[in-house]
């Protein structure tokens, strides 16, 4: 291409070599043509403007050289050079004063030195750049009529020629002058033919196909570019005949390295939208896909300036590329190009709903805005455009979730005048599902994720279901996506578009539920899987959803826990939302079961809250804790069950070993919150009797581990113990402290803690308290060293207790007490604080009525006091012999005995203060038999003085042989009961409290069911 822009020839020459070098120019010919009737009174005056412009150039004594440049009649030295260094600082020049210029004629011989001045490009560049400022001065200050006649001789080509200069500063300001020219002149009709071939050329590339531009300098590209913008802005209607030019300009601009330019282009690509509209289909795909890349441009003011550009180009035809943006694949089809290499898709839209910058996210939302809402064809690209406004919804900057909630309740009202005749029926039959009663009162209101604050407008909800089930097959696939960023999002997405779909989710549930137990799994999700299954749970009838819960709970295969865990997880998320109503709602028609009862009845079976998984019955407990703690309302009346199941979860043993006893402890304390306690111990103690009642039922051999744990729990509950409780508690305990599944709260049955604490409203029944000595006694006798001795021990004492037994039950009892006690005395392996508590036992048992008195229970208690008085603790020697003056006060033999035991000499020469007690103990109750035991004792005489003195009593007087006739035999002539005998009498009282201690029959209704288990002893018993 010849740009037109050489230095030889005439001016007019020049121009018409320009005008005539491509055919896009010829345009500029047509738009003269069709617009010289609006220019007729300027037709005439531009000839003679010239004529006086040469002959004011002639005038100024410069010749014609720098006017015309053609140098044949010129009086000038040709200079040797062309100057192309930078302009160097001169005084600044003195713009001519527009007031003296009184019309064009004038104005051409006030500004021909200058003029010729620009032509001459052998003199130094600061004599161009001084006559450039003139030039900039006049047309900022010339009268606009003026101006406008003398834009295109006198200003336009005389600056269009210094686009080429070789100085960047001249460069530069001939195009501020230009673009100063442009913006003052009401229309660029006349500069248009002219200026856009430059353009083209100066902000093309270097070479035809290179990438290198041929403007080197950035700035000056850019001013360029803006010159462009002023020029299609101030020519609306020429903008038809230099499309061509200007789309050959963008192309290369859009690629530009400078960000300005790439904004600049942006803004050209605006207005040619803006004036051209769709006359611009033909070239609108090709423009569309020259801009999307810059969509991903690494400075945000650019990919907001794309955004924009190609928001009005969609309007043009260009609506197709649309699927590019989102990089869509058609599920049937395969491109050819896909069988020769890649066939890579980018999508442009993923990025920006993602890009890092506030201002383009919040643009990227406005254009799609304008898409679904102005754009013919929005009803083609729905579906693949909104997930975009809903990701937007989520954003963590406000703007953008404002501007996407403006936008959704636009599409809403958008939908609703569109399908107004469609929803007449709705309306008026239907008035909730405009309200928010969906959402419940109180402590069963829903709450709302943000950014939602009330209920999305009905056209909306609608547009959302309509377009569900297109996107989520794709969301849910990315919830398993590897990365984790974007299954966050694709959790945080499927949440809001439930939060529209509302009840519409049935038809999905299923798929739903399988979803969220795999993403439940995923610590990455699992906050935002919680709150969409409570959006589901509140939403979709709980009938619908239990279903798939419950059934892959019971039937999925036992070594499926992972899968267990997370249907779990998905069913405590379901009850957090379900309303209180629904879950009220009975399964049939009369029937008394709820949803509630479902639940609780799948939850209680012992592979789940029994299970030897940890995450199984750590996820149990966390159910039951997101019950107490989202819905108190619909649960509080349930609050025994919920209980019973933390405690089998995460109770007993295997909870403190596994860490699960946490979880448990969580889930009782939010029980108890939600029940109005204090405490879960408190609410426990309230609960007692429906704890137990289940327990009851139990077979012999049908205890294990978790039921063991309830019965604990029941047993260490605070609070006043009932008869009926008391009673169940001893006997179960009694039952099942010994078998292997109480190994682990063993110690905790042995302690009878609402026995030894205080806790009975009354009395224990007769029975009750030879089944609790039964059952504490034996153990500790077995093994006295153990942890559970001393809590035992305080048990049977406890018992033995007046105010917790009768005096009857104490002596039916005493035989079976002294003989454990005696045993446990006389044990080398029972630690000091064991023999004590055994000592004192004995020393309770004394104080009943009548207990003491059967020579069995003292040939048993007396030598195993005798033998503690010479114990190396003394407190264990106090102890015994604080039991053998109460032992001594029950009966003569006792008293006999006793004083003899505390009369031994070394005791006495020790002056050990059990003569001293058990002597005045026994001479006080027994006189006879006393002084008989003292008299046998033969101590010497000054030894009984210092003992009478010490004891305060007469140690000798009257007695005679019949008074202590055969006591000195009577201890070891005491033979135990045969041992059957005695199995007998312990399995006639287990029989005579209802309990089947054997390994007989259970009835269940009309049936009998054999145990399945071998015969063995429940417990010792003795």
Not at 136 to 157: C, H, M, P, Q, Y
Not at 202 to 222: H, I, L
Not at 305 to 330: K, N, P, W
Not at 872 to 900: D, E, I, K, M
Request: with cysteine; net charge negative.
């Amino acid at each position: 291409r010849d740009r037109g822009m050489g230095m030889g020839g005439s001016v007019d020459d020049i121009w018409e070599k320009l005008k005539a070098s491509s055919a896009p120019s010829q345009h500029a010919l047509k738009a003269k043509r069709l617009l010289r009737g609006v220019h007729a009174g300027e037709s005439t005056s531009r000839g003679a403007p010239s004529q006086s412009s040469r002959s004011a150039s002639q005038g100024t004594g410069r010749g014609t050289t720098a006017a015309r440049g053609d140098g044949q009649d010129g009086s000038r030295e040709p200079p040797s050079a062309p100057s192309t260094s930078e302009p160097t600082p001169e005084p600044e020049a003195v713009s001519p004063s527009p007031a003296n210029f009184a019309d064009l004629e004038d104005l051409e011989r006030g500004l021909a030195r200058d003029l010729n001045s620009l032509a001459d490009t052998q003199a130094p560049a600061s004599t161009r750049l001084r006559s450039l400022r003139v030039l900039r001065g006049v047309i900022d200050t010339l009268d606009a009529n003026l101006l406008r006649e003398a834009s295109l001789v006198s200003f336009a080509k005389p600056l269009l020629r210094r686009f080429e200069d070789a100085s960047e500063q001249c460069r530069e300001e001939a195009t501020d002058a230009f673009t100063a020219l442009t913006i003052r002149l009401e229309s660029a009709v006349d500069l248009l033919p002219y200026a856009v071939p430059v353009l083209r050329t100066r902000a093309g590339p270097a070479v035809p196909e290179g990438k290198d531009p041929k403007e080197p300098s950035e700035e000056v590209r850019a001013k360029l570019h803006h010159l462009l913008v002023n020029l299609l802005t101030k020519g609306p209607d020429e903008c038809e005949y230099f499309a061509p030019e200007a789309v050959d300009i963008l192309e290369f601009a859009v690629e530009d390295s400078h960000a300005d330019v790439a904004v600049l282009a942006c803004e050209s690509l605006e207005v040619l939208v803006r004036h051209l509209g769709r006359r611009l289909a033909p070239v609108s795909k090709n423009l569309a896909w020259m801009f999307f890349p810059n969509l991903t441009h690494r400075r945000a003011k650019v990919r907001v300036a794309t955004l924009r550009a190609i928001r009005g180009l969609m309007h043009c035809g260009a609506h197709e590329t649309i699927l590019d943006l989102v990089a869509f694949q058609h599920p049937n089809l395969v491109p050819v190009k896909a069988f020769y290499g890649d066939d890579q898709k980018v999508n442009y839209f993923g990025k920006l709903a993602t890009d890092g910058s506030v201002q383009v996210r919040c643009e990227f939302v406005r254009v799609i805005g304008d898409w679904m809402t102005t754009l013919i064809e929005r009803l083609d690209h729905e579906s693949r455009l909104l997930p975009y406004v809903i990701s937007a919804l989520t954003d963590e900057a406000d703007v953008v979730q404002k501007e996407a909630m403006d936008l959704m309740d636009r599409l809403g009202v958008q939908y609703e005048k569109e399908h107004e005749k469609d929803l007449k029926k709705l309306m008026y039959y239907m008035p909730e599902a405009f309200g928010e009663d969906l959402y419940g009162v109180g402590e069963d209101a829903l709450t709302l994720p943000p950014p939602f604050t009330k209920r999305p407008r009905l056209g909306s909800r609608i547009l959302i279901k309509n377009n569900f089930k297109s996107v989520v097959n794709p969301v849910i696939g990315e919830m398993s996506s590897w990365q984790i960023e974007l299954r966050a999002k694709a959790a945080v997405l499927l949440r809001t578009m439930l939060v529209f779909l509302e009840d519409n989710a049935l038809q999905h549930v299923s798929h739903l539920c399988d979803a969220f137990i795999s993403a439940s799994r995923d610590d990455a999700v699992v906050r935002e899987v919680k709150e969409c299954c409570k959006l589901v749970g509140r939403f979709v009838r709980p009938g619908d959803w239990m279903g798939p819960l419950l059934e892959r709970l019971r039937g999925s295969s036992f070594n499926d826990t992972a899968g267990r865990v997370g249907a779990l997880a998905v069913l405590a998320g379901c009850l957090s939302g379900a309303a209180k109503d629904a879950m009220e709602e009975r399964d049939e028609q009369g029937s008394e079961r709820s949803n509630c009862d479902d639940v609780l009845e799948a939850l209680e079976d012992r592979s789940i809250s029994g299970s030897a998984d940890t995450k199984l019955r750590i996820q149990l407990c966390e159910l039951v804790s997101a019950c107490a703690r989202e819905k108190p309302a619909t649960w509080r009346s349930r609050g025994s069950r919920l209980c019973a199941l933390a405690i089998r979860a995460g109770g007993g043993e295997i909870g403190a070993r596994d860490g699960s006893a946490a979880h448990m402890e969580s889930a009782v304390a939010a029980l108890a919150t939600a029940c109005g306690h204090a405490s879960g111990a408190d609410l426990i103690g309230s609960i007692r009797s429906e704890l137990i009642a289940p327990l009851r039922s139990l077979p012999a051999f049908g205890w294990r581990a978790p039921d063991v744990a309830v019965l604990a729990a029941a047993a260490e509950a605070p609070g006043k113990c009932t008869p009926a409780d008391a009673a169940d508690l001893v006997r179960l305990s009694s039952l099942v402290v010994e078998r292997p599944p109480a190994e682990g709260v063993r110690s905790r049955l042995l302690a009878f803690p609402f026995v030894s604490r205080g806790q009975l409203s009354a009395p224990l029944e007769d029975g009750d308290v030879q089944l609790l000595l039964g059952a504490a006694l034996p153990p500790v006798a077995t093994e006295p060293g153990g942890s559970f001795t001393v809590a035992a021990l305080a048990a049977v004492a406890a018992a033995l207790d007046p105010v917790n037994s009768s005096d009857a039950a104490a002596r039916e009892a005493a035989s079976l007490v002294a003989r454990h006690v005696a045993s446990i005395l006389e044990s080398e392996a029972a630690p000091a604080n064991v023999r004590c508590d055994a000592a004192n036992v004995l020393e309770r048992l004394a104080g009943r009525e009548g207990a003491m008195e059967p020579r069995g229970v003292m040939a048993h208690a007396l030598p195993a006091l005798r033998s503690r008085l010479d114990d190396p603790n003394a407190g264990v020697r106090a102890s015994a012999s604080r039991t053998l003056a109460a032992v001594a006060a029950t009966s003569p033999l006792a008293a006999y005995h006793a004083v003899r035991a505390a009369l031994q000499p070394h005791l006495v020469a020790a002056g050990d203060c059990a003569a001293v007690e058990v002597t005045r103990a026994a001479i006080a109750s027994h006189p006879s038999a006393s002084r008989a035991a003292v008299h046998a004792s033969e101590l010497s005489s000054d030894a009984l003085k210092s003992l009478g003195e010490s004891s305060g009593v007469e140690l000798t007087g009257d007695w005679s042989r019949a008074d202590v006739d055969g006591f000195d035999t009577a201890l070891d002539a005491t033979v135990d009961a045969d041992e059957a005998q005695v199995a007998a009498q312990a399995m006639a009282r287990l029989a005579a409290v209802g309990i089947d201690a054997g390994n007989t029959p259970v009835a269940e209704g009309d049936a009998v069911v054999e145990e399945a288990e071998p015969k063995e002893e429940l417990f010792d018993l003795d």
